[in-house]
């Protein structure tokens, strides 16, 4: 079987207050905000929540890679998100 997601199943409760999403599968509950957001390692692409991307995905946006494996989507010199890289730690 599979299973077919719509952006209506997110796009009325995006960034609502908690009660739109409680026992709700598709958001969560932000303690930090109150609102609904995306649950963890995925990311909202102005539609629906989508999972985050792995290494050397192609990408479209800051936070499409996954964070929690220090994975970054990269720009390169003309400001084009590129893919997901492994973010470099600065000392």
Known sequence: GS?????S?????YNQSCSA????R???CSSTTNMCQCPGNSYWNGSM??????????CSRID???SDLNLSCMINSYGEFT?????????
């Open 83 to 91: 893919k997901c890289l492994t973010v470099e730690m600065m000392f």
């Open 3 to 7: 299973v077919i997601l719509s952006a």
């Open 9 to 13: 199943l997110y796009a009325s409760m």
């Open 64 to 66: 499409a890679c996954r």
């Open 49 to 58: 929540c989508l999972l985050q991307l792995f290494e050397n995905a192609t």
């Open 21 to 24: 999403c409680q026992e709700n």
């Open 26 to 28: 598709y958001q969560t």
